[in-house]
């Protein structure tokens, strides 16, 4: 899901809040401004003020409500008519909460008039609120093709032609068709993904080899590509499917892993938090670090690698722990290499500096990368960050690898990851991605503390 989508669906949840604080303000000024007052006494006694803090606090039962019954789901552009009766049932269900905590405390508000009104409004406005943000979703795409994605379809079946025109005849859907192949090979892919690009593609053909299937499958697992398929063209785990409707055909979505849509934001504003406060809270300590550092050898307080995230190069920070030509001496030690697969590493690895070795075996060296963490190229937890060179060897399952982001620790890293040979740690990180849940990401960090606190050095 594009960066634009994740805007707007997130978007909903503020304007929904805000249309139900509007909502119940206008019921309570209607209530005494409206002339009503004259035709029936008012029975509360709520200031404005006091009313105002009312809402504010029952206005996020009814964001529960309508996130229970799926109007926060992530979908790249939401067909708005079909939501009203969603919206309906969500804003009722949340008067319902909201009535039956006002019968359990009667002296504290009774007003049948202003309960009546701001459900009515309520539905009104969260209506008019979705139909803005809708729009201006679709005006961005049309006048802008902000978050515009670029189709592929794969198949020349009814099906496939039916999809293509339904894209053409409805310019705010969100695609752009780049092409409709009936016979292809990866090669012609690669060229179409290097120009104009490909954000999506979608399978049609019901008469493809497994192996070819697997190829389409490997391509676009590498190249970021989300992959849609009609329906039983073949089987995969039911939690990493997700139905849905295209100009009435169904498809089924191949998900890459649960970190999409809320996960993804959730994770991400974890990390955030987590990685400021952690570099506030720390920095005296991280002065005090780097003073040490430069009084050891001669060279930066940090380490630059260069690693790569979400199939892109980016430069890890680490408080050095090595000589300054570390990198220039690992060509001459390669021969000594004790781990199997593309990894490096060698015991008494004579690059290391006195407070090297403290800060690796107490892993003080990877707090720098909270630096990483809150520049969005890190997350807390995920795989290993892994060199160019050690990616240029990876086989076609560790390029899964790279599907998310990597983290400072993982569920490898806790696993003792030193010891470990390249398969099992490959393992360990797939399990995640295709696992990941906010609970394991609790897990890891816990344990990760308790690695800290014991200096195991083989969970490094």
Avoid at 341 to 369: H, M, S, Y
Wanted: hydrophobic content about 45%.
């Amino acid at each position: 899901m594009k960066k634009s989508e994740l805007v707007f669906n997130v978007l909903q949840l503020p304007v929904d809040f805000l249309m139900i604080i509007i909502a119940g303000l206008a019921a309570y000024f209607l209530r005494l401004h409206s002339g009503l007052v004259d035709f029936r006494p008012v029975i509360f006694n709520l200031s404005l003020e006091q009313y105002f803090g009312l809402v504010a606090f029952i206005a996020p039962v009814f964001i529960i409500t309508f996130a229970l019954i799926g109007l926060y789901s992530f979908q790249a552009v939401r067909h708005f008519w079909k939501e009203i009766p969603q919206i309906i049932i969500g804003v009722s269900a949340g008067f319902v909460v909201v009535v039956l905590a006002a019968f359990m405390n009667q002296e504290l508000f009774s007003s049948r008039f202003i309960f009546i009104t701001a459900w009515i409004l309520a539905i009104v406005l969260v209506i008019l609120g979705r139909f803005l943000v809708r729009n201006l979703q679709k005006w961005t795409i049309g006048k802008y093709q902000f978050g515009i994605h670029r189709l592929l379809i794969l198949g020349g079946n009814g099906t496939a032609k039916a999809i293509a025109k339904g894209i053409k005849n409805d310019p705010s859907s969100g695609y752009r068709l780049i092409q409709k192949l009936k016979n292809f090979s990866i090669k012609d892919l690669e060229e179409i993904a290097e120009s104009p690009g490909i954000d999506e593609i979608i399978l049609c053909s019901t008469k493809m080899e497994k192996d070819k299937i697997s190829d389409l499958l490997d391509f676009c697992q590498d190249r970021r590509i989300d992959f849609k398929f009609i329906p039983s063209l073949f089987q995969v785990q039911a939690s990493h499917l997700e139905m849905r409707t295209f100009n009435g055909i169904p498809l089924v979505e191949l998900k890459r892993t649960p970190l999409d849509g809320w996960g993804k934001i959730i994770k991400r504003t974890i990390d955030i938090f987590s990685s400021l406060l952690g570099l506030i809270i720390l920095s005296p300590f991280f002065l005090a670090l780097a003073v040490a550092i430069k009084l050891d050898s001669a060279g930066p307080v940090f380490a630059k690698l260069e690693r790569v995230s979400w199939g892109k190069t980016f430069y890890l920070y680490k408080f050095r722990s090595m000589v300054k030509n570390a990198e220039e001496l690992k060509k001459k030690l390669l021969q000594y290499n004790e781990r199997t697969g593309p990894l490096f590493k060698i015991k008494d690895d004579p690059r290391i500096t006195k407070i090297g070795k403290f800060i690796r075996r107490t892993r003080l060296d990877e707090f720098a990368q909270l630096i990483n963490v809150l520049k969005g190229e890190m997350s807390l937890v995920g795989p290993r960050p892994h060199e160019m060179e050690e990616v240029a060897q990876y086989k076609k399952h560790h390029k899964k690898l790279l599907m998310i982001k990597p983290g400072i620790t993982g569920l490898a890293q806790v696993n003792g990851s030193s010891d470990l040979d390249f398969e099992k740690e490959v393992k360990l990180d797939t399990y995640y991605i295709e696992n990941w849940s906010l609970f394991l990401d609790v897990q890891i960090l816990f344990k990760t503390l308790v690695v800290f606190i014991r200096g195991d050095e083989t969970a490094c």
